[in-house]
């Protein structure tokens, strides 16, 4: 956590610093408003309101959010295309989807008053990142149906700051780019952070001297502390986490102030719960559980409790910053990238928490589980620095050794730990994909 704070800024005073109490009746109203124009315009929730019993007069206090039916992902499948939209497709400007490869996509659609609340959303995330008109920003979310580019893009161009769009790959290229326009922001995943410090040493860049980077907005993957460290040293810059979602709206949604102490939920536009997973249930103030959020004034597609499968916890503990909304902490995991290994529950950046402490490793590996005989079997593969590779297989050996043992009081369970030559891993522009579970295959 930052002791000194890098700056103060803050872009809508008035909607980010309101009083609490201020808050909550806007939030309220927003609520009901919304309940009534659904149970009017969307077919879907109409239906849902009807089938738990639940009139627009029923939502007198904020607690009955509670009363309102949970919208799942597979309800985004099911209705495919439009059949969630609130608003005719003639008043929609913008459909954004997943970008699976498989199956149908999750659409997500946006009238241009959403497309101005999202702008707005990723103009206060910047400037809470202490951007402002004077950055260079170098955006390297991916452009297209993937809504971080156009996103990060839109936000950028309200503060006024000079915006490179240039999507992902060509990484060398991305570096001179960076150097010769005296970019100052960096936006993109926080693995293809990594992966362009990883390019610069290659190429021999100095980046401390050589390329201005003063602040990075990173999203789009759950990433732990000491990845924040990692990039911070390789890129020498200050790193932000930012939160968001395509089905909720984009980046955007939550973004950590200069105090990094959690992640600012714009609270006005997207009202969080944490629920018990298992059951349903809220789980008591400040445990962690899975992160719900309920669109307030979206207009093409509002989502009404709808279940992330990001595990946070959440804290209305008041922030020195100013900002009076709710903030959750760095996501812990999703549920479904939970794996249950032997039994045990294991979230993969609990690995990685216990990989990125060793400077021996580099920031890069895949967690591959198999099942034999009816056993389950993990494998961590890392890849070693260029200077620890050198040393030689004897030190590698007992290294492993080693780090086997610290996963095991990590995880409570065996795995096998293999570290692989530098620069083996595949890897990623976009999210990285750093699981691969082969008994899924077998189902
Ligand atoms: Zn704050």
């Known amino acids: 956590m930052a002791t000194k704070p890098s700056h103060n800024l803050v872009w809508n005073n008035k909607a980010e610093c309101m009083p609490v109490e201020e808050r909550r009746s806007l939030q309220l109203k927003r609520l009901q408003d919304l309940v009534a124009r659904l149970s009017v315009q969307s077919p879907f929730y109409r239906n849902q309101f009807k089938k738990h019993g639940i009139k627009p007069e029923d939502i007198k206090t904020l607690d009955d959010l509670r009363r309102l039916p949970f919208t799942v992902k597979d309800d985004l499948r099911d209705n495919y295309p439009y059949d969630l939209f609130a608003t005719p497709v003639k008043d929609v400007v913008r459909i954004h989807c997943s970008s699976g490869t498989t199956g149908k996509p999750v659409v997500s659609g946006y009238t241009a008053n959403d497309i101005d609340m999202w702008t707005e959303m990723v103009a206060r995330s910047l400037t809470s990142a202490g951007a402002t008109y004077r950055d260079v920003v170098h955006n390297s979310y991916g452009y297209g149906l993937f809504t971080g580019g156009l996103g990060a893009d839109m936000g950028a161009r309200r ?3 000079a915006t490179v769009p240039m999507s992902g790959g060509v990484n060398n290229r991305q570096l001179m780019l ?71 709206m984009g980046p955007g949604v939550s973004i950590e102030c200069a105090y990094h ?52 916890r959440l804290t209305d503990e008041p922030c020195p910053c100013g900002r009076t909304s709710v903030r959750h902490f760095k996501l812990a995991g999703r549920t479904d990238d939970m794996l249950i290994i032997k039994g045990v529950n ?3 950046s609990q690995i990685e928490a ?32 260029e200077e620890f590779y050198k040393l030689g297989e004897d030190n590698i050996r007992m290294f492993s050794e080693k780090l086997h043992y610290e996963m095991q009081q990590m995880l409570y369970i065996s795995s096998k730990i293999i570290i692989v030559p530098p620069l083996t891993l595949q890897r990623s522009e976009g999210k990285a994909k750093r699981v691969i579970d082969k008994r899924k295959e077998l189902l």
């Not at 960076?178 to 980046?207: H, K, N, R, W």
């Not at 719960?273 to 899975?290: A, R």
């Not at 021996?360 to 494998?379: F, G, H, K, S, T």
């Open 354 to 385: 216990v990989l990125l402490r060793h400077s021996e490793l580099a920031p890069q590996y895949v967690l591959l589980v198999e099942r034999n005989n009816n056993l389950d079997r993990l494998e961590i593969q890392v890849e070693a620095t």
């Open 159 to 161: 503060i006024g700051a």
């Open 178 to 248: 960076m150097e010769d326009f005296g970019a100052t922001v960096l936006t993109c995943t926080p693995s293809y952070a990594l992966v362009l410090a990883e390019t610069a040493a290659q190429m021999g860049i100095d980046i401390k001297n050589r390329i201005k980077l003063r602040v990075g907005v990173f999203g789009a993957e759950p990433w732990t502390e000491e990845m924040r460290v990692e990039i911070e040293e390789k890129l020498h810059l200050e790193a932000y986490d930012i939160f968001g979602m395509g089905e909720i």
């Open 346 to 348: 294991v979230f993969p």
């Open 261 to 312: 102490n959690g992640l600012h939920m714009q609270d006005d536009n997207f009202l969080p719960e944490i629920i018990n997973p298992d059951t349903g249930e809220p789980v008591p103030p400040g445990e962690q559980g899975e992160l719900v959020i309920t669109t307030l004034t979206k207009e093409a597609m509002p989502l009404i409790r709808y279940r992330t499968r990001d595990i946070t």
